[in-house]
């Protein structure tokens, strides 16, 4: 892989988050995508949610699997864990690190070839799992390192820049991982950051599987009139469900607010998200009406973006487990292997 680092030197007076960190602490290399591609935006938004949640760069791990989205992680958070896997690979090679250290936090960054083809069945398990983590698909509908094949993703009757109408069904990654369990879905466009910001803050401070669908145009293969993926037709067609602010834990504040204008949401850790309700009748916490609703959207040609389902009270992959709360790598030997009297008790029990 080819990468252009940046210049260590900086302004002395750029601004400071809590942690005494820059803007440029959490960038990464320069970026060799397309200009103006919708991956570099989402990375960007990463930086500005990492920035803004004093978030420690070395307590991220970053993994992902192959493609234009899996080169992007090379361009945020420079000085955290990664990790590129091979095609489709990266959910199980982080539900692994995951497992070792449970201290980090998991960043998994991704594609729709990536996810919905190769690493579709990948995708379902580790979602399933409820593993911690934040899983990103950067989503744009093509192949475009392989100069723009639909992808998994496509929907039926785009049009490809060369005029080829797809004919196959779309895989719908938001609907699928709400149908096997996700306890945080949201999806939005990369040309939104006042929006995808507050979604990356809160999924990375979420406890459970924490899914993003981001609609990432592709401006080489994927960005003209007949696409559904394309910047003029998500700003055209895009359907808010609420509008997204996030709010770090802080003494409680007790407030009256009219009905159907903004709903607090409190996660598992004291941190809440604030949600400016636009349809009054959508509920954040009922998985089946957000696959109801996604349902009629997609049928009336509408991208549905925001907060769709957020579960509080859900578990992890290793509460799931019942693991230790020490990390497993952080166990000695005497811990790992605790004797012969200890196996015999444990295979009595299977006796």
Request: with cysteine; glycine share 10%.
């Amino acid at each position: 892989m080819t990468y252009i680092v940046k210049p260590t030197f900086h302004h002395p007076g750029l601004p400071k988050n809590a942690l005494g960190y820059t803007h440029r602490d959490y960038e990464g290399s320069v970026s060799t995508l397309c200009a103006g591609c919708g991956h570099d935006s989402i990375s960007a938004a990463i930086i500005q949610a990492c920035f803004e949640l004093n978030i420690e760069p070395h307590r991220v791990a970053k993994l992902s699997g192959i493609g234009c989205s899996s080169k992007t992680p090379t361009y945020f958070l420079g000085n955290s864990h990664g990790f590129n896997s091979v095609h489709g690979r990266m959910p199980s090679v982080l539900t692994g690190a995951n497992l070792a250290n449970c201290d980090l936090i998991y960043l998994g960054v991704s594609g729709d070839g990536d996810s919905a083809s190769i690493g579709l069945g990948q995708f379902a398990h580790v979602v399933r799992r409820g593993v911690n983590m934040t899983y990103i698909v950067e989503n744009n509908g093509v192949y475009g390192l392989t100069k723009g094949q639909f992808s998994a993703t496509a929907d039926r009757g785009s049009k490809s820049k060369r005029g080829a109408i797809n004919s196959d069904s779309p895989i719908d990654l938001v609907s699928m991982a709400l149908q096997l369990g996700a306890t945080f879905v949201g999806r939005s466009f990369s040309g939104d950051k006042k929006q995808l910001v507050p979604l990356i803050k809160a999924a990375l401070e979420h406890e459970g599987a924490a899914f993003l669908d981001v609609i990432s145009p592709c401006i080489a293969f994927n960005n003209h009139p007949g696409s559904t993926k394309s910047f003029d037709y998500v700003r055209e067609h895009n359907e808010a469900v609420n509008r997204l602010d996030f709010i770090t834990g802080r003494a409680p504040i007790h407030v009256d607010y009219e009905p159907g204008t903004v709903e607090i949401v409190e996660q598992h850790d004291g941190t809440t998200i604030a949600l400016r309700k636009l349809d009054a009748e959508y509920d954040v916490h009922d998985r089946r009406a957000a696959m109801n609703f996604l349902m009629e959207r997609q049928a009336a040609g509408e991208v549905v973006t925001g907060l769709l389902y957020l579960e509080t009270d859900g578990e992890d992959l290793h509460a799931h487990l019942g693991t230790v709360d020490k990390p497993l790598n952080a166990l000695g030997e005497r811990e790992l292997c605790p004797g012969s009297a200890a196996l015999e008790q444990f295979n009595a029990r299977l006796r």
